[in-house]
């Protein structure tokens, strides 16, 4: 694990002890502040994927955000100032999942299901291309192979 880290880090080798003990130390506290998971405002863990996973457009993260770390959503809208509004949030899967913020972006909940039929068929049609492009590289590859025989 150390060398897979080293080789990402740009590094052949660990040459002395004190070296191994900075490298491991840096690593250590790289991994403490990427687990730190709670508020930055009122401390609330945000571990919760269900409600306080969510994800907000840049300009307003920018913003009102706290760069790296983690606002629940009552925080960051005590930061807005004003109630969420359907453009804070962009479009993606995980914003669907959590339930208060697929209220904000889907109030009626008319066009969550129909967004839902839309991405089933984006799915169906993306498994399908994938298979299909599956299935061309195996016939190239028979196809390399078959040209690769040498015939005495």
């Known amino acids: 694990m150390i060398q ?8 052949k080798t660990l040459t002395t002890l004190r070296t ?6 840096n690593l250590s506290s790289n991994m403490k502040k990427s687990a ?7 401390g609330i863990r945000t571990t919760n994927p269900r ?4 994800m907000v457009t840049k300009d307003i993260w920018n913003k009102y955000g706290v760069g790296n770390g983690m606002l629940c959503l009552e925080c960051l809208q005590k930061r807005i100032g004003r109630p969420f509004r359907r453009e804070d949030f962009p479009l993606i899967p995980l914003n669907f999942e959590n339930p208060f913020t697929r209220l904000i972006i889907f109030p009626s909940g008319d066009d969550y299901a129909l967004l839902k ?5 984006y799915d169906r049609a993306y498994l399908a291309a994938k298979e299909q492009r599956r299935l061309t590289n195996i016939d190239i590859s ?5 040209k690769s025989k040498i015939t005495v």
Do not use: F, P, Q
Request: with cysteine; charged share 30%.
């Open 4 to 11: 897979t880290h080293l080789h990402r880090a740009g590094l």
């Open 20 to 25: 191994i003990y900075i490298y491991l130390t």
């Open 36 to 42: 730190d998971r709670n508020c930055k405002d009122c």
């Open 51 to 54: 409600y306080n996973y969510y």
């Open 117 to 121: 039929k839309s991405l089933e068929e």
């Open 142 to 146: 028979k196809l390399e192979i078959n």
